[in-house]
């Protein structure tokens, strides 16, 4: 766990990433409070809180009496949302500092696609 954030939010990051890496598939059951409590060895409160916050997103639902299951189409809102997410951190500063140098668009396209290539 990262001392940096809450754990409840890294909780939920790390259900999220396990949703979009394909390891907890759409319509699957969650992993528990008891069972997240146990593994972290962290308060079954704040692994609830991780997976209320996950429900509250949409990404999770709740079966009464049976547990959370990921809900149809969680992935690709995930997706779209780390997309999002990606582009604010990392393109739009990248495309910023590219007009300040006076590259171009499309230098900065072939930059790219050298760098990807190689790497």
Known sequence: MDE???IFVQIAEQI???IVDGSLLEGTQAPSTTE???FHRINPATAAKGLNQLV???VLHKRRGIGMFVTEG???MLLDRRREHFVRQYVDPLVAEARKLGVSPAELTAMI???AAHG
């Open 56 to 58: 509250a997103d949409g």
């Open 113 to 115: 696609q050298s760098s």
């Open 36 to 38: 997240l409590a146990a």
């Open 74 to 76: 969680a992935r690709a």
């Open 4 to 6: 940096g954030r809450p």
């Open 16 to 18: 999220e990433g396990s």
